[in-house]
Structures are given as structure tokens and as C-alpha cells.
């Protein structure tokens, strides 16, 4: 399995460009995440899915918004890049369950500028 | 909603204990999570604990849960350089899927 993977690893946007990050799992996992990581702070949840077709926000939605037509992928779009949305976004899976780890992807750096 | 909360920053010599400390707030927590997280890397588990448990041993590792003060430990034993990372606590109560994480301890191990 390779696991939680996502792309691109890097990437540098205008203010005002739109992009959309991808994330996928072979893992069969229903649940899917989007975190940021602001430098020297913890995970703040951006939106969460516990299906194919079910997407719920997290505490940081605004600018954001998700997909999920298949179990795999979970795709975080960008619409109107804004520099408070530079930082590492972590996309994470797990699958059904309270005792279950999440396995998280390598992250994305975005630097809006 | 759910918080947790943790000491920013711990720095020890090479060889002694690190114990790094976490609170949560949401009473209805089942499971509490140690996860890792590298330079320029994503989180990966260390280990978790059922509230149901008082400790929990693994190698290197000991976790302790006191459930009436909703306080999470995290002991690292002979801690070795490698050990430098930054360590989240979190939790999963009510809602099975999602995860509250703190905002990391960033251990910092000396030679």
C-alpha cells in the first residue's frame, strides 16, 4: 500500500489563483481529513468526509472547498488564493472506528504571495 | 467544542526521561493518541491508550491517563537525539472519525 498520498509537494500561487490539492488512500479508509499547519502551531481541521458523497466542515473552512466522489480521492480546491492560506496542509484517512489510526500524507507547502 | 491543550517546547540531555504532558476537555474522549511528526514530514503514531486504561507500556514508551483530570502523559525513556520531533496529543471522543489535536510539543534532545 502506498499509503496517504498528496500533490503537489510544493507549490507557490499568486493572491487570486485558484489550485486544487490532491489526495488519495489505498487504504479503503472512509474517513478523509484537511488540516493546515501554521508554523509552530498544531492541526487545524479545514474539512472532514466520512463517506463517498459526504463532506462536512471542520473549524477552518472559509476559502476551501472538498469533494469526495470516490472512496479514494478527497480533493482540497483552492478558489481565490489569499496569503493567510499559506502554511502545510496535511490530508489524513482512517478508516471506521474509535481505535484507529490516521495515517496522514507527506503535506503540501503553499506559500501564497 | 473539544480542546487540548500541551506545553509548547521540552529540552532534555541525551539519555534522560522526556515527559511531555497533555490535557482535553471532552469528558466523552475514548481514545487518547500520541502521534510524531518529523521535519518536513506528517504525523505518525507512537501509540494511544483506551480511557478505560491507567498506563500503557511500549518499549521506550509509557502513557499515563488520569481520566478525572483529563491528563495525558507521554514518558520517553533514555531519550536519544533521534527522539527531536515535535509530539501531538489528541483525541477522539463522541464523534468516531474526527480528531483533536493539540498544537505539538517540540522536544529538543542535547547531546
Known amino acids: 500500500n502506498a499509503g496517504v498520498t498528496q500533490t503537489p509537494k510544493f507549490r507557490i500561487l499568486k493572491i487570486g489563483q485558484s489550485m486544487t490539492l490532491q489526495c488519495t488512500q489505498d487504504?479503503?479508509?472512509?474517513?478523509m481529513y484537511w488540516y493546515r499547519q501554521d508554523p509552530g502551531m498544531g492541526l487545524k481541521l479545514i474539512y472532514y468526509?466520512?463517506?463517498?458523497?459526504?463532506?462536512d466542515k471542520g473549524e477552518v473552512p472559509n476559502g476551501y472547498n472538498v469533494s469526495r466522489s470516490t472512496t479514494e480521492d478527497f480533493p482540497l480546491r483552492l478558489e481565490l488564493a489569499a496569503p493567510s492560506q499559506t502554511s502545510v496542509y496535511f490530508c489524513a484517512s482512517n478508516r471506521q472506528g474509535r481505535d484507529t489510526e490516521a495515517f496522514f500524507g507527506q503535506g503540501t507547502r503553499l506559500t501564497v504571495v | 467544542g473539544e480542546d487540548v491543550e500541551q506545553s509548547l517546547f521540552l529540552s532534555v540531555r541525551e539519555g534522560d526521561s522526556s515527559v511531555i504532558n497533555c490535557t482535553y476537555t471532552?469528558?466523552?474522549?475514548?481514545?487518547l493518541y500520541w502521534y510524531k511528526q518529523e521535519p518536513g514530514a506528517g504525523l505518525q503514531l507512537l501509540t494511544y491508550?483506551?480511557?478505560?486504561?491507567d498506563m500503557k507500556q511500549d518499549q521506550r514508551l509509557t502513557v499515563l491517563l488520569n481520566k478525572k483530570d483529563k491528563h495525558l502523559s507521554l514518558r520517553i525513556a533514555d531519550t536519544q537525539t533521534g527522539d527531536s520531533a515535535i509530539y501531538f496529543c489528541?483525541?477522539?471522543?463522541?464523534?468516531?472519525?474526527?480528531?483533536?489535536f493539540g498544537d505539538g510539543t517540540t522536544l529538543t534532545v542535547k547531546p
Open positions: 487504504m479503503n479508509h472512509n474517513y
Open positions: 468526509s466520512v463517506g463517498a458523497g459526504i463532506t
Open positions: 489528541a483525541e477522539r471522543g463522541t464523534n468516531a472519525g474526527k480528531s483533536t
Open positions: 471532552d469528558s466523552s474522549s475514548t481514545y
Open positions: 491508550i483506551f480511557s478505560n486504561m
